[in-house]
């Protein structure tokens, strides 16, 4: 089966801006120095940055897919499960107590443990029998947690290096990133993503609603469980290295859909190039704008969300009309 055009559009831009990435450097384009700087600062430099951006990206995309076809709900995002919050909050704890600073791999291992945490909590929340609703219920409550949770560490910092380390952890940023945090996020980003491929089908005919799409063979407690857990092993890792980067599993689907059509499984592949391109670009937006790192990723991702979060409300009141 030959990919569709959009994909493979999807595809081709995510590769070029992986390629411009590696390209672009914090002086400027080309690579200076020798050939053992020039292969240091791709090998330490530009390629993590890049590798990390591209996952990092396409999972919040997938993640977004699956989660609005299975939630059946056009707003719903990664952050609404809550593991984005539980990630954030394990990696301002690794932080506020001191781990981070000696043990360089201890903030993206406790922002895993608090997305772990987070998942395993949802699902306690839920109980056995559970559907999109209660799932919705129970990451806003576990989010809300993590957020009061992350305010209190804040507030009881008393280092102003810590707490500016914190801040702008939770900004979100692809930079200063090593070869080891691509060895950590890259295994658990990819077992999700499989995870949230393999519900296409399932996706397909939950369209017609649940009874008919268990008539049709779907097993909706296996879709649930992949829907949650893939979307907790892939934002969750992706959080934990690059920390909360917003509004790129929430854009990404809707812009994909006008043209691929609405049926969830054919989202999905152009959804995680999407994500990939979406990230790779803000990030480079990033580095030529503010080469000094004055701004960070997160910013840049909200800049671009905010405004298509407004239209797409707008959007959607002009398409239910007058109440």
């Known amino acids: 089966m030959k990919p569709s055009l959009p994909l493979t559009i999807a595809i081709g831009l995510s590769l070029v801006l992986f390629t411009a990435s590696l390209s672009l450097g914090p002086s400027g ?23 990390l951006g591209f996952l990092v990206g396409g999972a919040l995309g997938l993640s977004g897919a699956v989660l609005q076809g299975y939630l059946r709900n056009p707003l719903a995002e990664p952050g609404i499960l809550g593991v984005t919050g539980g ?19 201890a903030l993206p291992v406790g922002g895993l443990v608090g997305a772990a945490l987070a998942t395993a909590i949802i699902f306690l929340l839920a109980g056995g029998q559970f559907g999109p609703l209660t799932v919705i219920l129970a990451g806003v409550a576990v989010s ?33 990133r090593s070869l080891l945090h691509v060895a950590l ?6 077992i999700g993503c499989a995870v949230l491929m393999s519900t296409g089908r399932a996706l397909d005919a939950l369209i017609l609603g649940e009874d008919a799409a268990e008539n049709l063979g779907a097993n909706l407690r296996v879709l649930r469980f992949s829907a949650i857990v893939g979307s907790a092993l892939s934002v969750g890792a992706a959080t934990a ?15 994909v859909r006008p043209f691929v059509g609405y049926q969830p499984a054919r989202v999905l592949g152009p959804s995680f190039f999407g994500g990939a391109a979406l990230v790779l670009a803000a990030d480079l937006l990033l580095r030529l704008l503010s080469p000094a790192g004055d701004f960070r990723l997160g910013v840049v991702t909200s800049l671009i969300g905010a405004p298509f979060f407004l239209w797409l409300v707008l959007k959607t009141r002009r398409e239910l009309g007058p109440s």
């Open 87 to 105: 990630a954030a909050l394990g990696a301002v704890v690794a932080i506020h107590t001191g781990l981070a600073a000696a043990f360089a791999m």
């Open 29 to 51: 384009f080309g690579i200076p120095g020798s050939e053992d700087a020039a292969r240091l600062i791709l090998e330490e430099i530009r390629l993590p940055r890049a590798v």
């Open 185 to 190: 996020a890259a295994p658990l980003i990819a």
């Open 144 to 176: 809300a947690i993590a957020s009061a949770m992350t305010a209190l560490v804040l507030n009881l910092a008393d280092n102003p290096f810590a707490v500016s380390e914190m801040l702008y952890w939770l900004l979100g940023s692809l930079s200063d």
């Open 241 to 255: 290295v690059a920390g909360a980067i917003g509004f790129v599993g929430l854009i990404i689907p809707h812009l």
